[in-house]
């Protein structure tokens, strides 16, 4: 479960003023659930995720991950949250282009510090949960951009995350590709019981998500049932 809890982030706006990218957010993601984000840029959403994933403390407001309060975490235990219980999807997958699909994935379990005979049969039950199996000695320039995404996935899903942060990950995929990256995190949020938030500017993907929000000028409002 995520649960953010009057979530307050707020910066300097010029000489004497401040700008509030979040204000008194409440947000509560169960496990097992896909939410979907949305709003007009600026409005929030990538300073939202930061504070979910304990890149950036708030100004004020409680962030919980399970029953673990991360708000006044220090930088280690904030690190040691991020490799274990939180998955990261960022809108371009950022692969090492020297390493096959396998051994990217294989690298999160090395950091973790995990046995290697360990770490590479984790790596390829990752893959194939994302249809990639076949694709695991592949590096990223052998790979399309909808197969770049899914390893991308897969390596966010290394030692089992409660809570999955997606920015975008759409953004740079034509429609198929797109429906079938969004039914996949779907999928894998009922299979994994993750608490998944999926930042999307994409409203047709919306449907897909157990439920949907709308953060406009920090404010959370409740989108149309989906």
Not at 157 to 177: C, F, I, K, N
């Amino acid at each position: 479960m995520l649960h953010l809890s009057n979530v307050t982030l707020t910066y300097p706006d010029g000489e004497n003023s401040t700008l509030n990218a979040l204000d008194s957010v409440e947000l509560t993601v169960p496990a097992g659930q896909m939410l979907a984000l949305v709003g007009p840029s600026g409005s929030g959403k990538s300073s939202l995720l930061a504070v979910a994933g304990a890149l950036v403390s708030p100004t004020s407001g409680t962030v919980h991950i399970g029953s673990t309060e991360i708000t006044g975490a220090s930088q280690a235990e904030r690190a040691r949250m991020r490799l274990n219980e939180i998955g990261l999807i960022f809108q371009q997958p950022q692969l090492m282009p020297s390493l096959t699909a396998v051994e990217q994935l294989q690298l999160v379990g090395v950091l973790r510090g995990h046995r290697p005979r360990a770490v590479r049969d984790a790596a390829l039950e990752s893959l194939a949960a994302v249809g990639m199996a076949e694709a695991a000695r592949r590096r990223p320039h052998q790979l399309s951009g909808g197969q770049r995404q899914r390893v991308n996935i897969a390596r966010a899903l290394m030692g089992e995350p409660s809570v999955l942060l997606v920015d975008e990950p759409t953004s740079a995929l034509d429609q198929h590709r797109s429906a079938e990256v969004m039914e996949l995190l779907a999928t894998l949020t009922r299979d994994r019981g993750t608490a998944t938030v999926v930042v999307t500017h994409d409203l047709e993907f919306v449907a897909v998500a157990d439920r949907a929000v709308t953060l406009r000028d920090g404010r959370l409002t409740e989108h149309a049932t989906v």
